[in-house]
């Protein structure tokens, strides 16, 4: 295996060619997490190519000896946030396979990985309507929220401003989706801005919301999504949580 570096434009790259392959076909040591920006940048140049998805070895190589290696790795090191494939930035990926009055979502650091996309898929487990709520950083006096809605169901369209953090209201056994950014200005609220949809087929609805806690904040550690009714969040019940920051 000779060893060859071509450039393009300040970026070095380095290619073993493999004699037993095919004419043309190379194979290419990269650091993991550039995976994802490799392959994006193979289909944008309209190249084509082929990935083995088991890896064979994890057996560390020495780098090459080079005396721009340690220039490249202080690069890559930079860039770790956008070399980050999608399924890097899941911090929460949780599904109910059982009833639950509310799922915490802890250990998070939202000056190092923010702002946040959540998205949550709610089913009302109880047979009565059913209010699921959003908290932050264990703060669960409902009045210390605030929320805007603006609500529509076919020709009608009201708002409202309730003192809670009311993230759904379901009516029995209903279902919604919820999507939107978790993000804190540079004063400290912390701000759940969401596009929802409620039940489905015939009887569907849609609205935005936007939740907001009345007391600044110095960093947002955990996320509950509660249920006012005990046992109100039904199995399948999903709620993912990616970073959008770098």
Not at 59 to 65: I, N, W
Not at 188 to 214: K, L, Q
Not at 219 to 241: F, M, P, V, W, Y
Request: proline content about 3%; some cysteine.
């Amino acid at each position: 295996m000779d060893k060859q570096r071509f450039r393009r434009g300040m970026e070095h790259f380095y290619v073993a060619d493999f004699d037993a392959l095919p004419t043309g076909v190379v194979a290419v040591f990269v650091p993991r997490k550039a995976l994802y920006t490799l392959k994006v940048a193979c289909r944008y140049i309209r190249q084509r190519e082929s990935w083995v998805d088991t890896i064979v070895s994890d057996v560390l190589y020495q780098p090459p000896d080079d005396e721009d290696w340690d220039s490249i790795l202080s690069v890559i090191d930079e860039m770790e946030g956008y070399l980050m494939s999608p399924y890097e930035r899941v911090l929460a990926d949780v599904t109910l396979e059982n009833i639950a009055t509310y799922i915490d979502i802890t250990g998070l650091n939202y000056n190092e990985t923010g702002p946040w996309e959540l998205m949550c898929f709610l089913e009302n487990a109880v047979d009565a309507t059913n209010s699921i709520y959003w908290f932050i950083n264990s703060l669960y006096t409902e009045t210390s929220y605030y929320n805007v809605l603006m609500y529509t169901s076919g020709s009608g369209m009201s708002t409202a401003k309730p003192n809670n953090p009311l993230l759904a209201y379901l009516t029995s056994y209903g279902k919604s989706m919820h999507s939107g950014m978790v993000g804190m200005d540079g004063t400290g609220y912390v701000t759940y801005m969401s596009v929802f949809t409620r039940y489905g087929g015939a009887n569907v609805d849609t609205g935005h919301r936007y939740i907001s806690h009345a007391v600044a904040q110095d960093n947002i550690t955990s996320i509950r999504i509660a249920s006012k009714a005990e046992n109100g969040l039904d199995i399948g019940t999903r709620i993912i949580l990616l970073r959008r920051g770098v």
